[in-house]
Every structure is written in structure tokens, then in C-alpha cells.
């Protein structure tokens, strides 16, 4: 029953009568909302992965031994000491994690930046594609809620007199 | 009076099926939602597992147990990964199957109340 209308174009949406129009026009606008929310997921994911790799550049050479404050929760601290600045273990998902050398850590992050990016963009042309064809059904769905009108109003001239005749 | 019987009769089975059409509904709006789950996880751990064929064999792999990262063989891992893809994609394949049908009763449901529909109209005018 709601298969997908705005996939079918062999038929026209001029051919359409409005109730339908309206029931594509929402499904339209639920997609779209739908993949908007995506896009700005897509662009928190590579912000958070950014912020991955920048952390990786601050740990250049040179940096070793140096002291931090590694935190324990939001507003406790306690102070430690960079004993290893070679290798982190990074994340990689579903609750693994694997130990990586700086370099190879700083790939994997700018692969998962690039991936993102390439995702993000996919989302972007795919909501474009949709506004264009949500601005033209709504063109569509004006004209003929005019040309409705008019017919209405036409209608309601013509019958006044034969219900008076009657 | 056998009219009147019949109509009752058609009205009954006409509320009956709208009755299953919801509760159709309603069991296709979850299948969709677990649906979208398994997709997200399927997609997660194929990001995992390529990321493990990239890794040397003797790479270091821990698995978060709670607040601890217990280190793990490489091999395992991996078939653990693939075990948890096969079951991903199988209980896709499932829920797909279930959607399949479900429209299919939707359909012949919905047919059927229309006709019903008809009917009791055809009836009730009479």
C-alpha cells in the first residue's frame, strides 16, 4: 500500500488525483526530514573523528613524559604521566578495540573522515534529488488545487439555475 | 429476517478483518524498526571486520568486557566477527521474509474488507 510512489515515474504526478498527491507529499517530507537528521549525524560522526586525529597530532614526538590530567569523570581529574607515545588503541567498533602505532592510528582516522565525507555527500545529493521533486509536486498540487476551485466555482454557476427550475 | 442476519454476519467478519489489518500493521511497524537495527549493526561489524583484515596476524585486539578491555587472539576475534555477520544476515534475511509475507496478507486482507464493504452497503441500501 505504501510502496514507493516517488520512485515510479512512468506515471505522471499531473495524473494523480490530490489525495494522493498529499500522501506522497508527506511521504516526501518524511524522507527528507528523515535524511537530514542523517546528514547531521554523518557530519557529528566526522567532527568526533577529527577530534580522534587532532589528539593523535598532540602526541608528537617530544611530549613523552610530559604530564597531563587524565580524567576520571566529567570533573575529576588526577594527574598522570605520557609514557607512551608510539601507540594508542583505538576503538573499532561493536566493543573491539585494537592497539595501532600513531601513524597507523592517524590512517585509520583520516579513512573514517574520508568515509564520512563520502556518506555525507551521498545523503546531500540524495536530499536535493528530493527537494527538487518535493518543490515540483508542490507546483503540481497548486495547480490543481486552483483548477479545482475554478471547476467549483463554474459548477456552483451552472447548477444554481436548475436548482431553482426545480 | 435472513437479510438482516446475513448483514450482521458480514459486518462481523468486516470488523474482524480490520482487526487483523491493525494488528498487521502494527507487527510491520516493529519488523521495520528491528530491521533498521540489524542494518546498522550489520554495517558496524563489516567496518570491523574489514578493519581486521588490514590488521597483521599478530596485531593487538582487546574487547571492551564492561569497564575493562580484555586482549584477544586475532583469530578469534575474526570468527567471532563472521559468526555474528552470518547470524546478522540470516536474521535479516528472516525479518525480510516475514515483511514479504505480511504485505501479502495486507493486500488479500484489505480486498477482502473492501468487498465485505460493498456488500453491507449493497445490503443496507436495499
Known amino acids: 500500500m505504501s510502496s514507493d510512489d516517488s520512485g515510479q515515474q512512468a506515471i505522471s504526478i499531473e495524473d494523480l488525483p490530490l489525495a494522493q498527491l498529499q500522501t506522497i507529499k508527506a511521504q516526501l517530507e518524511a524522507e527528507i526530514s528523515e535524511l537530514t537528521g542523517a546528514f547531521s549525524q554523518m557530519k557529528q560522526a566526522q567532527g568526533a573523528f577529527r577530534e580522534c586525529k587532532r589528539c593523535i597530532d598532540t602526541l608528537a614526538p617530544g611530549s613523552q613524559d610530559k604530564t597531563i590530567l587524565v580524567p576520571l569523570s566529567n570533573s575529576l581529574y588526577v594527574p598522570g604521566k605520557i609514557s607512551n607515545i608510539d601507540s594508542v588503541v583505538v576503538d573499532v567498533g561493536t566493543g573491539y578495540f585494537v592497539e595501532k602505532s600513531t601513524k597507523d592510528a592517524g590512517t585509520y582516522y583520516d579513512h573514517k573522515i574520508d568515509y564520512v565525507q563520502d556518506n555525507a555527500k551521498k545523503i546531500q545529493e540524495t536530499v536535493e534529488q528530493k527537494q527538487a521533486s518535493y518543490r515540483g509536486l508542490l507546483e503540481v498540487m497548486q495547480l490543481k488545487i486552483t483548477q479545482q476551485q475554478q471547476q467549483q466555482q463554474q459548477q456552483a454557476g451552472a447548477k444554481a439555475p436548475t436548482a431553482a427550475g426545480e | ?126
Request: glycine share 4%; proline share 2%; charged share 35%.
Open chain 2, 1 to 126: 429476517m435472513a437479510d438482516s442476519k446475513t448483514l450482521e454476519a458480514k459486518r462481523k467478519a468486516l470488523e474482524k478483518e480490520t482487526m487483523t489489518l491493525q494488528d498487521i500493521r502494527k507487527e510491520q511497524a516493529t519488523l521495520i524498526a528491528t530491521r533498521q537495527t540489524l542494518d546498522s549493526q550489520l554495517q558496524e561489524n563489516e567496518l570491523v571486520e574489514k578493519e581486521f583484515g588490514q590488521l597483521k596476524d599478530d596485531a593487538r585486539i582487546y574487547k571492551m568486557v564492561g569497564p575493562v578491555l580484555v586482549p584477544q587472539e586475532k583469530g578469534e576475534s575474526v570468527a567471532n566477527v563472521q559468526k555474528r555477520l552470518e547470524y546478522i544476515r540470516g536474521e535479516i534475511k528472516r525479518v525480510d521474509g516475514r515483511v514479504e509475507k505480511l504485505s501479502a496478507d495486507q493486500q488479500t486482507l484489505s480486498m477482502n474488507a473492501y468487498k465485505l464493504q460493498m456488500e453491507i452497503q449493497g445490503m443496507s441500501k436495499a
